[in-house]
């Protein structure tokens, strides 16, 4: 059995059904779909994505990137983004993992391995690179280490350990280097995602986080966009949606409301903002308890 196919089987034990599947681990999800869907709007945090049969599409902007069982993805930030299932059908359905990533844990483990020169332009917060041998092989183990509650709770931390390191040894290593050590641009437009989630409910506008950062509105729009593919006005509108949804969905709040506590003044303009992102109105949404899917 190769790499691929051992993925697959404990994809396949672990995820019998479609939909999202959670783990003994909080970090570690599972998905399964039996047909295409999508595009979905949803908002991705740091993580890995791994897909062990099927393909799928990532948006986010004009940039879209595809990834299958021979390669993965990495987000560096909190992006909203576009997700389609591309490839599967009953008999191959799509499988995959989501590993958040602890961007704390990365600059920890970074102490421990040698340094490397930093590049002189940051990298985009999303990319996808090929799948490696020992990167499969960990990430295979902590499928198995799971299915185990003393194994996930004694070989899960050093697992996931490992898959930072593997990634961090890749192609990807000089994104979650930044992202982690917040190394120049990156350190701009990550104190400037995070003033956004902070007051993303409030009224808020280039200028201000421009200044919050210590930047120009000019360099702020332009690294930002270099980065996340979204300009700076883009980025909190989608959050604020995001964020609305989830207000709804989860918490049982009605449109309004939620529209309201994510900053939006006029409901009927929330509406039509929500209906152009997701693709249905806030009430369809929440009847459909339709939930983020990475």
Request: a positive charge; proline letters at 5%; one cysteine or more.
């Amino acid at each position: 059995m190769d790499r691929v196919d051992g993925l697959l089987a404990q994809l396949e034990r672990l995820a019998v059904e479609d939909g999202i599947t959670k783990t003994s681990l909080p970090n570690l999800t599972l998905f399964r779909s039996s047909k295409p869907a999508g595009p979905f709007a949803v908002e991705y945090r740091p993580g890995l994505c791994v897909v062990a049969q099927g393909r799928k599409r990532v948006t986010v902007g004009d940039r879209s990137f595809d990834y299958n069982p021979e390669s993965y993805l990495v987000a560096g930030l909190p992006l909203p983004v576009s997700t389609q299932i591309v490839e599967a059908s009953l008999a191959r359905p799509f499988l995959s993992l989501v590993l958040d990533i602890d961007l704390i844990e990365v600059g920890q483990l970074l102490l421990s391995m040698p340094p490397r020169a930093a590049n002189a332009a940051s990298p985009a917060a999303l990319q996808v690179s090929q799948m490696k041998a020992p990167l499969y092989d960990a990430v295979v183990r902590l499928l198995q280490a799971v299915q185990d509650t003393t194994e996930c709770c004694i070989l899960g931390p050093g697992l996931i350990r490992e898959i930072l390191f593997r990634v961090l040894s890749g192609e990807q290593s000089a994104l979650l280097r930044t992202m982690a050590l917040r190394d120049g641009r990156a350190l701009r437009v990550g104190q400037a995602i995070t003033f956004i989630q902070d007051h993303v409910d409030e009224p808020i506008d280039v200028a201000t986080i421009a200044k919050s950062v210590g930047v120009s509105v000019s360099t702020l729009h332009h690294i930002f966009k270099d980065t996340t593919g979204l300009s700076p006005i883009q980025y909190i509108k989608e959050m604020r949606l995001h964020r609305a949804r989830l207000l709804m969905v989860a918490e049982g709040l009605g449109a309004g409301e939620a529209a309201y506590r994510v900053g939006y003044g006029s409901q009927s303009q929330f509406s039509r903002e929500f209906k152009r992102l997701f693709g249905l109105s806030p009430s369809h949404a929440v009847r459909k308890k339709q939930l983020a899917i990475r």
